[in-house]
């Protein structure tokens, strides 16, 4: 009976670890994300805890929902507007992921992510449908509660939307490769080389993006680059790291974003990013699944050839067993003269019966 309970005390301090870890990073994630606000000081272009708790789902299960609770409600209890409306927008912030995860699963996704039906189970029910119930609760709830003029519905909506749904895109991604992360056993310096130079080059590319010149579309070749040569571990990091350079620029009204209006701003921003995300998960994907499926015409072949060899090889058994007539070299005894198995032929039969009716010398 102790041993039973302290294996119960250990899987419930286990599972209330992974609560605290996930509250935690939700709560610091959400913290980065509202430095770059758009809307009243909580509706931000990219969610980064949306990503975080859609992956905490896939990887961990349902179980540390309260985790997704709990960094929610500690995030919005210091924004306001009022303790309804924080309750309201916790709920939304908790359902929102559950449904994502509810969805995927409900598709058999895959966290390795090296098939287009995940990648595009990914995108379309984990973020865009997923997160409508966030980004609905909250808004309802900032409207409401009188936090938000009624006819800031609909912006306000968008950028909450389509923050939630890119923080999926750009996060989930990189926590489903890190979660599968290890180091490799022989891999060439030129890989760490190019892995290295890719690094340096989506940096300087990032800073051009946050400039005065409109040059985000810079960022495709390296995205390109990133999948066709690291699959979905360099795609992904790559991804999340234009996304935050144009979120920057954005921020500072620098290059594209320079001279628009709020709106303006949100469509060029969220259609860079979904563009760039939908990029590395759809190109990563494809590879992937390119990929396996050389494998497996590699091991078919592979079962064909040794299945071949097999039969060669046993043919050729058969061939020694025989004599040069054709006739096996043992005699099984049998009255019908089969040796080894192999009848004889018809001119051996009719020999063998001349010779018995043939009169012996001797009478």
Not at 190 to 197: D, H, N, P, Q
Request: glycine fraction near 10%; proline fraction near 6%.
């Amino acid at each position: 009976m102790s041993v039973a309970w302290r294996e119960r005390l250990r899987s419930g301090g286990s599972a209330a670890l992974e609560v605290c870890v996930v509250a935690a990073l939700y709560y610091g994630s959400a913290r980065l994300g509202l430095l770059q606000e758009l809307v009243r000081g909580q509706v931000t272009p990219v969610w980064p805890p949306s990503g975080i708790a859609v992956a905490a789902l896939l990887l961990r299960g349902p179980r540390v929902w309260p985790g997704i609770t709990l960094g929610a409600f500690l995030v919005n209890i210091t924004l306001g507007p009022s303790v309804p409306a924080v309750l309201a927008i916790t709920a939304g912030n908790t359902l929102a992921p559950l449904c994502s995860y509810a969805l995927l699963r409900r598709t058999g996704f895959r966290e390795e992510l090296d098939r287009l039906r995940d990648a595009l189970a990914l995108i379309f029910l984990g973020a865009f449908t997923g997160m409508l119930l966030s980004s609905t609760t909250g808004t309802a709830a900032l409207v409401i509660s009188g936090a938000l003029a009624p006819d800031r519905f609909w912006p306000t909506w968008t950028v909450w939307w389509t923050g939630d749904a890119t923080g999926v895109l750009v996060v989930t991604p990189v926590l489903l490769v890190l979660a599968r992360a290890h180091r490799p056993g022989d891999v060439a310096p030129v890989r760490w080389a190019e892995g290295l130079l890719l690094a340096v080059a989506t940096v300087c590319v990032g800073f051009l993006e946050a400039g005065r010149a409109p040059l985000l579309f810079l960022a495709f070749p390296l995205l390109f680059w990133a999948a066709f040569r690291f699959r979905l571990a360099g795609a992904a990091p790559c991804a999340l790291a234009v996304s935050a350079f144009a979120i920057v620029a954005a921020a500072r009204r620098s290059g594209p974003f320079a001279g628009h209006d709020l709106v303006t701003r949100m469509i060029t921003l969220q259609a860079f990013n979904g563009s760039a995300a939908l990029t590395a998960l759809l190109l990563a994907a494809v590879l992937g699944e390119r990929a396996e499926s050389q494998l497996e015409i590699e091991r078919a072949c592979r079962q064909l050839a040794s299945m071949v060899a097999e039969i060669t090889t046993g043919d050729h058994h058969a061939l020694h067993a025989r004599g040069p007539d054709g006739v096996a070299g043992e005699d099984t005894g049998k009255d019908d003269g089969a040796g080894a198995g192999e009848p004889r032929s018809e001119e051996r039969r009719a020999e063998e019966r001349r010779t018995r009716q043939r009169p012996s010398p001797h009478r």
